[in-house]
Nanobody, 124 residues
Framework: QVQLVESGGGLVQAGGSLRLSCTAS????????MAWFRQAPGKEREFVSV????????YYADSVKGRFTISRDNAKNTVALQMNSLKPEDTAVYYC?????????????????WGQGTQVTVSS
């Protein structure tokens, strides 16, 4: 079992920044692949970013590349998503997800544990 607790969402104006954090417990964090997904109202959940177990490799959706940065601290069991230059189309519920097989994947089906989600709203 892996428990994921997210924090850091909120309301921000376009062009602003937010930092999301996700704290994991229940498994050795450095063995878990971690990613962020998001779901906007009326839309399917979509991939945002993934980071490998060591933190040495990252990958981003084209829509956030150059604006968002994913990072992890294996000593603190946390993964973060720094979001800069936010746009109204970034408005969504953001979820961190854990892949206990340790895979580096952009597919939501590969993730077996999910956080509760945190709302990010970007006003124009």
């Amino acid at each position: 079992q892996v428990q994921l607790v997210e924090s850091g969402g909120g309301l921000v104006q376009a062009g602003g920044s937010l930092r999301l954090s996700c704290t994991a417990s229940g498994r050795t964090f450095s063995s878990i692949g971690m990613a962020w997904f998001r779901q906007a109202p009326g839309k399917e959940r979509e991939f945002v970013s993934v980071i490998n177990r060591s933190g040495g490799s990252t990958y981003y959706a084209d829509s956030v590349k150059g604006r968002f940065t994913i990072s992890r601290d294996n000593a603190k069991n946390t993964v973060a998503l720094q979001m800069n230059s936010l746009k109204p189309e970034d408005t969504a519920v953001y979820y961190c997800a854990a892949n206990t097989a340790g895979s580096y994947s952009i597919r939501s089906s590969q993730y077996d544990y999910w956080g509760q989600g945190t709302q990010v709203t970007v006003s124009s």
